[in-house]
């Protein structure tokens, strides 16, 4: 029990340093400093300051390339999960999300240590917990907000159409977009139009932004716009059946969810009700399920016949959630 104590205390303060470094935030002196550089270049006079201060307040987003390498040993491909943490929307970085990783890692191993269960075993599911749990939180905040922006994209588009119809050119209705839609359609549009001023062509932070959101919808908005550039054409026309072709899509993607909902249900309790019910037993009564992690060396590579039960019926199950996964997955 001592040692128990000891790896806790060990865990806790490790973990707490990690949180200090990754939370810390920058010294008073560059924050007096930054704020100055920002102050005398939106107020300077020439031009070159003023496109000085319009690209710093564009990039301000982005991750250090210190950052990144400490990363590196520890990330395989810390570019991939920077594009998905962006995608989110949220201001957070590669080390913020890496300290969170290693919380969870380190309060799942303690609690499952202090309960009896044996080291490794405690390590492989912290570590499970880990990199899974941060993992499946950033997918579930991308599939939110693109759901969003696919909600509001149509009204973007029919805004687009109306300024374009009062003569507006394309770039200021962009402008237009920014300001009028709330949520991700705007927040996206306004960065399309602050790399348009800071230098980049139209197509250039179109794309940027396409290949940020991952989004078909837009994709199809980016090869709108370009083929209506090399053929011309009425833009404004265009972009309305656009938007009435994404209006039917959106409602296409409800009915085939209304449809197969029952389905998912089923699945999703079928597939954690075992496990639900395996943890809590093991739980409440440790010594109950200890023979589950107890290998015989008789058996089959060295595992009892409830461990090869147990992966059996893992392996089963897994297929049927794969099959059942097939039956509703719908290619719009």
Request: charged share 20%.
């Amino acid at each position: 029990m001592d040692g128990n104590v000891i790896l806790i205390a060990v865990l806790l303060a490790a973990m707490l340093g990690m949180v200090a470094m990754a939370f810390a935030g920058p010294s008073p002196e560059k924050a007096r400093k930054r704020r100055v550089a920002t102050i005398r270049g939106r107020y300077g006079e020439s031009a070159e300051a003023l496109l000085e201060a319009r690209m710093r307040r564009a990039i301000s987003n982005r991750p250090t390339g210190a950052e990144a390498k400490m990363l590196v040993s520890l990330v395989p491909n810390p570019d991939n999960l920077a594009k998905r943490i962006k995608m989110t929307g949220k201001k957070w970085t590669l080390s913020q999300y890496m300290t969170a990783c290693a919380i969870i890692f380190l309060l799942i191993t303690a609690l499952l240590a202090l309960r009896g269960f044996p080291f490794f075993f405690a390590l492989l599911v912290g570590a499970a917990a880990g990199l899974g749990l941060p993992h499946r939180w950033v997918g579930r905040l991308i599939t939110k907000r693109v759901s969003q922006f696919n909600a509001k994209f149509p009204d973007a588009l029919e805004l687009l159409t109306r300024g374009l119809r009062s003569g507006l050119p394309i770039a200021e209705t962009l402008g237009v977009v920014s300001n009028e839609i709330p949520g991700p359609v705007g927040e996206e549009f306004k960065l399309i139009t602050e790399r348009i001023k800071i230098g980049r062509t139209m197509e250039q932070a179109l794309q940027e932004t396409a290949d940020r959101l991952g989004t078909a919808e837009f994709q199809f908005f980016v090869i709108t716009l370009s083929i209506q550039r090399e053929t011309g054409g009425n833009l404004a026309e265009t972009l309305s059946n656009l938007a009435t072709v994404l209006r039917q899509r959106s409602q296409m993607k409800l009915k085939i969810r209304a449809m197969s909902s029952e389905s998912k249900a089923s699945a999703y309790i079928i597939g954690v009700l075992p496990f639900l019910v395996f943890g809590m037993i093991c739980y409440i009564n440790f010594e109950y399920m200890k023979p589950f992690f107890t290998p015989d060396p008789a058996g089959i590579f060295g595992l009892s016949t409830m461990q090869v039960i147990g992966i059996g019926g893992m392996c089963w199950m897994g297929i049927g959630a794969f099959i059942m996964a097939q039956m509703i997955n719908f290619e719009i």
